[in-house]
């Protein structure tokens, strides 16, 4: 075997056994006749302790080879008191899997600084940093809970297309694309498939897909390609949906506190898991007024007024009851008062991270809601046609995966939570 034990394998209790690691070099020191080489892979760090004359030459002179060489280390596990996890290994054998032949382009144990720009270019050195790839486990251990939750209340799995004829949301923010003799776009959201597989008597599903917006944003909160997490339930209210997302979300949260405490002390992220407020849009924007964050009845809510409103109200808080004119056409308007729509957003942390709605299945008011928003009902047939065919109430929601990590984690950059991102500049690795 290439190697039998990763670093969190191991323990002071396996004092004596021998085991075979593969990872790299963190990091060489030399201290008299002892060298200390702190071996690193995905699981953790551990020290390797040599000493002239007892040391295998070989093994002893591997002990030198530069930071970030790829090796296998054949030793035995010895406890020592001095060392940080309470003992170190001993090797008998080191071998450098592949010598390095590039220079590496930034320190990767954060003793000196490196631009985010130039850990972009360089992705796969800067993912061996702690502190990088504690982000993704975090983010993976998000996703993870998000799909076990779903799966455990019986909700279905659905993949929805990447390429579609029409824009799913309204607006101009769209990637065209040539499909064959015709022009196509990037989609936006999965929002019309995942309603039309409840109204195919679904009952409630699930997906998580990449989305694509041809924002010209430049800001730390926004990318061109991103992650959605979504549901969407037949028979069902927004009160219904936001009810779910309580429980999915809180179970995130936990999750997270469950697995990857490593990994928060890494970030030197503190996540407590919230009781999450719900409040509406006027209370809202009454509350914003109150304490100097004014904002006037009728617009959507900018960056400062998501800080505020959890300043106000605690870490995580659903506002919902939106204006229609602010959300989506196919968000259901409230019964006697059309200014309003089943519509809400979820705040967390000072940033919104979910947006959700009841949907209008009614072809009517459909039709009505796109006109209202400049849309042509004709490129949408398709959609308001299922309408017409026994469509029942439903609701849903989305969570922006990046937004949810980089809050959870506390990075200052969205692109630091997605692993490969892309901008308007940014197109590569």
Not at 217 to 235: G, L, P, R
Not at 283 to 292: F, K, M, P, S, T
Request: hydrophobic letters at 40%.
């Amino acid at each position: 075997m290439l190697m039998t034990h990763r670093v969190s394998d191991l323990s002071k209790a396996m004092n004596g056994e021998e085991v075979t690691l593969c990872g790299w070099v963190h990091e060489v020191r030399e201290l008299g006749k002892l060298k200390f080489l702190l071996l690193r892979d995905s699981t953790g760090i551990v020290q390797v302790t040599g000493k002239r004359g007892t040391t295998p030459d070989d093994a002893y002179s591997g002990m030198s080879l530069p930071k970030e060489s790829v090796i296998q280390v054949v030793g035995a596990v010895s406890e020592n008191r001095e060392a940080k996890a309470g003992f170190e290994i001993v090797p008998k054998k080191i071998v450098n899997l592949n010598p390095l032949s590039a220079k590496i382009p930034f320190e990767v144990t954060g003793k000196v600084d490196a631009e985010l720009d130039v850990r972009l270019n360089y992705r796969y050195i800067d993912l061996r940093r702690q502190e990088s790839a504690a982000v993704f486990k975090i983010e993976s251990t998000l996703a993870d809970a998000f799909v076990d939750e779903c799966a455990r209340r019986g909700f279905t799995h659905i993949r929805t297309p990447s390429i579609v004829a029409e824009t799913t949301e309204g607006g101009a923010d769209l990637f065209s694309i040539v499909y064959f003799e015709r022009e196509a776009y990037l989609a936006q959201s999965p929002q019309l498939y995942k309603q039309l597989a409840v109204i195919g008597g679904l009952g409630a599903v699930f997906t998580i897909t990449p989305v694509f917006r041809a924002e010209k944003s430049n800001t730390v909160y926004h990318i061109n390609e991103s992650t959605q997490m979504d549901i969407e339930m037949a028979f069902a209210d927004a009160d219904d949906v936001i009810a779910v997302l309580s429980e999915i979300f809180m179970s995130m949260l936990k999750a997270v506190k469950a697995k990857n405490q490593r990994e928060l002390e890494i970030l030197n992220a503190k996540l407590e898991v919230p009781k999450m407020k719900v409040i509406t849009y006027t209370e809202a924007v009454d509350a914003l007024n109150r304490y100097g964050t004014k904002t006037v009845f009728g617009e959507d809510f900018n960056r400062e007024h998501e800080k505020a409103i959890c300043k106000i109200y605690g870490d995580a808080v659903v506002v919902k009851d939106f204006p229609s004119a602010v959300r989506a056409f196919y968000s259901m308007p409230k019964d006697g008062d059309e200014r309003l729509c089943n519509g809400f957003d979820l705040f967390y942390k000072g940033l919104e991270i979910l947006s959700g709605a009841q949907r209008i299945h009614l072809p009517d008011v459909l039709i009505r809601s796109l006109k209202g928003k400049g849309l042509d009902p004709k490129n949408f047939e398709p959609y308001i046609n299922a309408m017409r065919c026994g469509a029942p109430p439903h609701a849903g929601w989305s969570i922006g995966l990046e937004r949810l990590t980089m809050q959870v984690t506390g990075v200052e950059n969205i692109r630091e939570a997605a692993m490969f991102p892309r901008d308007r500049k940014r197109l590569t690795p």
